[in-house]
């Protein structure tokens, strides 16, 4: 049964996926960083910054979708069917937004635009059949539509620029990252198309993810630029060239969320199916494993940090290193909010309580990006993340603790059934390997 699956083991799963597309990143950093000049590739990271936007948003029709599914108890193809009604709209509108800024840009930025746009509606396209497949817990399927897009993507502005004769531009490799996402979108329509036999409109589910989403999706988004917001204050003080050494730095740090998201998203199916004392409980012990299994990658990367940057990116991206080192202790503590969203989220079905904690620590990064990016650089910028990172999470746990009648110890103290945790892990693992 699902409910019996070791949080560790759950997240073993997860993560395995979760580092595909690790991979995947990597290799489309490492691969425009070498074949882009530094200020081409600090455009191309803008423009990622927007679709990134977009694309964090509209996991909310995938957490609306998701919760459809697995706490309202709504048929997958029924809650997909209406659910994919809403993302044509919204995915409609991006491509139109998209028609309309380039219409009064010229050059580069009026491909990029164009770009943005087609790329934005693919990822709308995907967000519903993904929810769809989180809610059912079936993670694998789930997992593949996470990695395709950004893997077809990375192929596409492979052949693009082996290919192309001239300049590597940041508008062809946004041209050809939004052919990827609809490459993905057209292999994860035939995947989950046979689900949506029989389905038909309904306004009811319809509104239901509409309203869920746009919580969801204002939290999700309010989060990403609570990380990814001061890259456009690096861009006025620093230029193109201090958002390239910047979002390297980002890069790297965020990649050790991939750990916690992957603990999280092994719960957030029993999340809508528990009771909420029983949630709370399944969230700390997910939150206690994050801190180990964080703290132990924060350290070793805080270490190897210079051999990094001299190792992937070279002398010119110096000064990633130090970036990197002061955003790691904010990392590990924002760790947290993954499990803390998902609780919100799928158990109490608020997710607007995310989004106070982000835009709090929104808030509190950007007025201190203005203040320290002047004096201190890409330096300024990773510590005014770092401060908002751990004072925003603080005070989602002080009202998570509060709201649930829990104590310091109950979140962070390791018990009997945390060590179980790893002990039913080596023993699937063993097993597995038998």
């Given at each position: 049964m699902a409910g019996s699956m070791s949080i560790a083991f759950g997240g073993i799963v997860a993560f395995f996926f979760r580092g595909v597309n690790l991979?995947?990143?990597?290799?489309?950093?490492?691969?425009?960083?070498?074949?882009?000049?530094?200020?081409?590739?600090?455009?191309?990271?803008?423009?990622l910054t927007i679709i990134g936007v977009v694309n964090a948003a509209s996991g909310g029709l995938t957490a609306a979708t998701a919760y459809q599914v697995a706490n309202q108890r709504r048929a997958p193809a029924l809650a997909m069917f209406n659910g994919g009604v809403l993302s044509i709209s919204l995915g409609a509108v991006a491509v139109l937004t998209g028609l309309f800024i380039s219409s009064v840009l010229t050059g580069e930025a009026h491909r990029?635009?164009?770009?943005?746009?087609?790329?934005?509606?693919?990822?709308?396209?995907?967000?519903?059949?993904?929810?769809?497949?989180?809610?059912?817990?079936?993670?694998?399927?789930?997992?593949?539509?996470?990695?395709?897009?950004?893997?077809?993507?990375?192929?596409?502005?492979?052949?693009?620029?082996?290919?192309?004769?001239?300049?590597?531009?940041?508008?062809?490799?946004?041209?050809?990252?939004?052919?990827?996402?609809?490459?993905?979108?057209?292999?994860?329509a035939l995947s989950g198309g046979v689900l949506l036999r029989g389905s038909s409109i309904d306004s009811g589910i319809i509104k239901a993810v509409a309203r869920f989403a746009a919580l969801a999706g204002v939290a999700s988004g309010i989060s990403y630029l609570n990380y990814r917001a001061d890259v456009f204050v690096v861009k006025h003080f620093e230029g193109e060239s201090g958002v390239a050494v910047y979002s390297l730095a980002v890069y790297l740090a965020e990649s050790v969320w991939q750990v916690s998201g992957?603990?999280?998203?092994?719960?957030?199916?029993?999340?809508?199916?528990?009771?909420?004392?029983?949630?709370?409980?399944?969230?700390?012990?997910?939150?206690?494993?994050?801190?180990?299994?964080?703290?132990?990658?924060?350290?070793?990367?805080?270490?190897?940090?210079?051999?990094?940057?001299?190792?992937?990116?070279?002398?010119?991206?110096?000064?990633?290193?130090?970036?990197?080192?002061?955003?790691?202790?904010?990392?590990?503590?924002?760790?947290?909010?993954?499990?803390?969203?998902?609780?919100?989220?799928?158990?109490?079905?608020?997710?607007?309580?995310?989004?106070?904690?982000?835009?709090?620590?929104?808030v509190i990064d950007i007025s201190l990006a203005f203040v320290l990016i002047p004096r201190m650089?890409?330096?300024?910028?990773?510590?005014?993340?770092?401060?908002?990172?751990?004072?925003?999470?603080?005070?989602?746990?002080?009202?998570?603790?509060?709201?649930?009648h829990l104590s310091p110890s109950q979140l962070f103290r390791f018990g009997k059934q945390d060590i179980q945790d790893y002990r039913a892990l080596i023993t699937r693992l063993r097993a597995l390997h038998g």
């Open positions: 991979v995947v990143a990597l290799g489309t950093v490492l691969f425009c960083t070498h074949q882009m000049t530094r200020e081409h590739y600090g455009s191309f990271v803008l423009g990029e635009s164009l770009a943005i746009g087609a790329a934005c509606a693919a990822i709308i396209s995907n967000s519903v059949v993904a929810g769809t497949f989180l809610g059912r817990d079936s993670l694998v399927r789930y997992n593949f539509a996470l990695v395709c897009p950004p893997a077809f993507s990375l192929v596409a502005i492979v052949i693009a620029f082996l290919v192309n004769s001239g300049p590597n531009t940041p508008s062809l490799a946004l041209e050809m990252y939004a052919v990827g996402q609809w490459l993905a979108v057209a292999v994860m992957s603990l999280a998203l092994a719960a957030y199916a029993r999340l809508g199916s528990l009771s909420r004392p029983e949630a709370a409980h399944l969230t700390t012990r997910v939150m206690r494993h994050t801190v180990v299994l964080l703290g132990c990658i924060c350290v070793a990367l805080c270490v190897v940090a210079g051999g990094l940057q001299d190792y992937l990116f070279g002398a010119e991206y110096d000064g990633m290193a130090s970036a990197l080192r002061f955003l790691l202790p904010g990392v590990l503590l924002y760790g947290l909010a993954q499990s803390f969203s998902g609780f919100y989220t799928y158990q109490r079905g608020m997710p607007w309580v995310s989004s106070v904690v982000a835009g709090a620590g929104l650089g890409v330096n300024g910028a990773a510590l005014a993340s770092a401060v908002a990172y751990s004072t925003a999470i603080t005070a989602g746990l002080i009202v998570f603790a509060r709201s649930e």
